[in-house]
């Protein structure tokens, strides 16, 4: 299958909420504690800023939008400004997609080294082995994990080769 990876726009704004609104409610279909408050933490306003800043990324098949994650250098949870490194946030996969979630980092990877990024960095629910595991099979390790107002998390790093 052919997949292209592209800067989203505000008009795909409310594909892009659907995509997050399906998963959730797939979660909660199959009693998986994730994203119950994901629209209410991340409200539309935030998606808006990430289109704005050019931070937020669709994946499409057949112009399809079925997947959708910010790529930023915004460090938030991990609190570093220094480490030449890109930030995964909001990662979405259209429900009855598979295998998608490795075309987002084989992209992400291609942008951190055409923009002289060392590391890939991103956070999960800490109590979401599913998940961790998975991060774990596309070799992101497990640096430390940490706590918000709102969740406990793990923070993971890929380093990228040269």
């Not at 598979?98 to 951190?112: P, Q, V």
């Not at 961790?132 to 080769?161: M, V, W």
Request: proline share 1%.
């Amino acid at each position: 299958m052919n997949y292209t990876c592209e800067l989203a726009n505000v008009e795909d704004l409310d594909t892009i909420l659907n995509l997050y609104a399906e998963r959730t409610q797939w979660f909660k279909e199959n009693e998986i504690k994730q994203w119950s408050k994901y629209l209410q933490n991340h409200p539309k306003q935030e998606f808006i800023e990430a289109i704005n800043h050019k931070d937020y990324y669709l994946i499409k098949q057949e112009n399809k939008i079925i997947a959708g994650f910010e790529l930023s250098t915004n460090s938030k949870d991990w609190n570093d400004d220094i480490t030449p490194a890109y930030y995964i946030y909001k990662v979405v996969t259209k429900v009855g997609y598979k295998n998608i979630g490795k075309i987002i980092f084989e992209n992400c990877k291609r942008m951190a080294k055409l923009n002289g990024k060392k590391y890939l960095r991103l956070d999960c629910l800490k109590s979401n082995e599913k998940l961790n595991n998975i991060y774990e099979s596309h070799n992101f390790k497990l640096i430390q994990y940490g706590s918000n107002e709102r969740y406990s998390y793990a923070l993971r790093e890929l380093k990228i080769n040269e």
